[in-house]
């Protein structure tokens, strides 16, 4: 059994809402040497072909299972494309770790933490940053994927249904989404105390000193060269429209959320998400 369980510690999950800043941590983590990285397969456009649902909860799946088990030694089945392709070619590595950067798997990372043994790296942010990042793209979010999952709601988002349920304007839609994720989120923090969770705007004011200590947790390999890509990487230029920019001046970029939102925005936001959001910005 110990010898199972030391064999399929094969990974590390980076989680959190999407746009909290989970792409710049999971690339930044997959420098370290024996570290490759495998983008959101829980996606259901261009992720593993299993999943077709967004924001899929899992808690147990023996089909599911499967699929981790062969994402973990790099024959996971993706649907075609160049990240794929280049996951793909780590299939005859010997003792690489998958990094699984994704998002879209934060409901099931509890069952992905106890049944393969990952660490988990749980990345909050501001909701109003959230929302101002949502709003910049235009992003918007259909509800019905997570009411017509009898179980999540049975277990978890009941409570919150009305909220789900009711028309919205776009700033009450990113706030209760972002309720909905972090709500989950934080039930599963409290019961994984090994759980590593940092704040976007924490990492943000102090990329190299945040990156080393979970590199540390992470029991990765730190060196000058990270370092320096680390500080390339958040001292460039803050957001543009593109969906990605990874060189990015990540103090100013802390703030700029606040050019975007309204005064009438953040009271309906902070509102909204107060229960959570409290806990984490007091």
Same mark, same amino acid.
């Given at each position: 059994m110990r010898l199972r369980e030391k064999e399929m510690n094969k990974g590390i999950l980076v989680t959190g809402s999407h746009r909290s800043g989970t792409t710049w941590v999971g690339k930044i983590l997959s420098l370290a040497q024996n570290v490759e990285y495998a983008n959101e397969p829980f996606n259901p456009k261009f992720g593993l072909?299993? %999943? &077709?649902?967004? @924001?899929?909860?899992?808690?147990?799946?023996?089909?599911?299972?499967?699929?981790?088990?062969?994402?973990?030694? %790099? &024959?996971?089945? @993706?649907r075609f494309n160049l990240p794929a392709l280049k996951y793909w070619s780590n299939r005859f590595s010997q003792n690489k770790v998958v990094l699984i950067k994704d998002p879209i798997a934060c409901f099931s990372s509890d069952w992905l933490s106890s049944r393969f043994n990952i660490p988990v790296l749980v990345i909050f942010r501001h909701p109003a940053a959230f929302y101002a990042s949502l709003k910049r793209l235009d992003w918007h979010f259909d509800f019905q994927n997570l009411l017509s999952q009898k179980e999540l709601m049975a277990d978890h988002l009941e409570p919150l249904r009305g909220l789900m349920e009711k028309e919205k304007s776009f700033a009450e839609e990113a706030a209760t989404l972002w309720l909905c994720l972090y709500t989950i989120l934080d039930k599963y923090i409290q019961k994984n105390k090994n759980w590593i969770v940092k704040r976007h705007e924490d990492i943000s004011l102090n990329p190299v000193e945040e990156f080393k200590d979970i590199y540390q947790r992470l029991d990765l390999k730190f060196t000058k060269e990270i370092e320096k890509e680390i500080e390339k990487h958040s001292q460039g230029k803050v957001e543009t429209r593109k969906e990605l920019e990874l060189n990015r001046n990540s103090k100013e970029l802390i703030q700029n959320w606040k050019k975007h939102v309204t005064e009438e925005e953040l009271k309906t936001i902070l509102s909204i998400t107060k229960e959570i959001s409290q806990k984490y910005y007091p």
């Open positions: 072909r299993f %999943f &077709k649902t967004w @924001f899929k909860y899992i808690k147990e799946d023996k089909e599911a299972e499967k699929e981790i088990q062969k994402l973990l030694q %790099f &024959k996971g089945n @993706f």
